[in-house]
């Protein structure tokens, strides 16, 4: 009768010990379920993190463009008007090529009292091809003095200036 006792016992513990590990198998599925979730999460937040540092190289890519644009396009205007002192005024004037459809009309903001030869420069600067040859400048047909103001040659706003260019 003991081996029977002891048979029952054995079996009670064995019934114990399946539904401990049902448990704990229930448990770990439910884990394993959880750490695949997690898993999966962690790929879309590093997909999200690589498109995220991709978009980000583009922004940054698109900002230099912008200052780069903003830098050349402002160079200019910089240029002609770092401060406006008493008695001096912003202005724009025009410049067109006779002769040569080269400058159709381009316009540069500057100041009354800044020399002619300034604007000459910034003028070479976007349209180089005019460095090949002899050029000249009128402003209502009288010819403009390189060296002397805006002023000096009676250029005012809106006022078109002729560019000559001579074949040397």
Known sequence: MNYLSEINNLKQQLNKEKKKNEILSNENKKLKSIITNLNNEINKLKQYEQKN?????????????????????NKDFDEGISSVKPGEKIIAINFVSMGTQDIGHYALVCKNTDLFVRLEERLYNDFPQFKNYETYFENKTKRIKR??????N???????????????
């Open 147 to 152: 060296f002397k103001t805006l002023d000096e």
């Open 53 to 73: 540092r991709l978009l980000q190289e583009k922004i940054n890519k698109k900002n230099i463009e912008i200052q780069k644009y903003k830098s050349d396009n």
């Open 154 to 168: 009676k250029i005012k706003n809106k006022d078109v200036i002729n560019v000559f260019t001579l074949d040397i």
